[in-house]
């Protein structure tokens, strides 16, 4: 069964514009993790934020997670049409790792 | 450094039909799993092994899928025999340690249509 879930399902933006997405879950975990996928094409790993972390910043990328909620927000500033992806969460709770539905962004040039 | 490797990027088969997925993991890395991809889905967790033993295996339909790491480095999953809602993608991952503080590291992964 998968654990996170992705709001929402699908988002289609223009060039230049940021994008949100947010991820609930159920279960208390070691860390949150976005993953990024083109279409026809395995998982690519962005960024991983700690239990005890409460922000993170990558190049364009800025996530936030808050355990009280339980959940995660992925901002993606500025977009380019090669962002164009699913986006999945995934939480790590010891050995267990679950992901969610995604969501499929999409980026208007 | 090479990324994980997975082979046959694409297979199909009839229902009832075995079929083998090859998957070789970033060197050194210790940790290896297998998810199963459903179109429109999140990846579902199989199989994860460390080294050539099997960590979680819960969510594997043991009546037909089957997986072994010999040797603690390549894997193989098998699925016998096949069925209509078998047709997925199984991705392939490797990290380093088994509660990660790393993100995985995903293979390219093998499309599955039974027909």
């Known amino acids: 069964s998968q654990q996170g879930e992705e709001d929402p399902q699908a988002l289609s933006i223009q060039e230049g514009e940021n994008a949100t997405m947010n991820c609930s879950y159920k279960t208390s975990i070691n860390n949150l993790q976005w993953y990024r996928q083109n279409s026809g094409r395995g998982?690519?790993?962005?960024?991983?934020?700690?239990?005890?972390?409460?922000?993170?910043h990558s190049g364009r990328l800025r996530v936030t997670l808050d355990t009280s909620k339980k959940s995660s927000s992925l901002l993606i500033t500025a977009s380019r049409a090669a962002d164009t992806a699913s986006y999945f969460c995934a939480t790590l709770n010891n050995n267990d790792m679950r992901f969610g539905a995604g969501t499929r962004l999409t980026v208007k040039p | 450094e090479a990324g994980v490797a997975q082979s046959p990027r694409y297979k199909i088969i009839e229902k009832r039909q075995?079929?083998?997925?090859?998957?070789?993991?970033?060197?050194?890395?210790?940790?290896?799993?297998w998810y199963q991809q459903i179109l429109g889905q999140g990846p579902k967790l199989l199989i994860q092994f460390q080294n050539n033993g099997v960590v979680d295996d819960s969510q594997l339909p043991k009546d037909r899928f089957s997986a072994e790491r010999l040797k603690g480095v390549d894997s193989t999953l098998k699925?016998?025999?096949?069925?209509?809602?078998?047709?997925?993608?199984?991705?392939?991952?490797?990290?380093?340690?088994?509660?990660?503080?790393?993100?995985?590291?995903?293979?390219?992964?093998t499309r599955l249509t039974v027909v």
């Open chain 1, 43 to 56: 998982l690519v790993h962005l960024i991983l934020i700690r239990s005890n972390e409460r922000e993170k």
């Open chain 2, 18 to 33: 075995s079929v083998a997925f090859w998957c070789n993991p970033i060197s050194g890395h210790a940790t290896l799993y």
């Open chain 2, 79 to 109: 699925i016998q025999p096949a069925k209509l809602e078998d047709s997925a993608v199984y991705l392939c991952a490797s990290s380093l340690w088994t509660i990660a503080n790393y993100g995985y590291t995903f293979g390219s992964g």
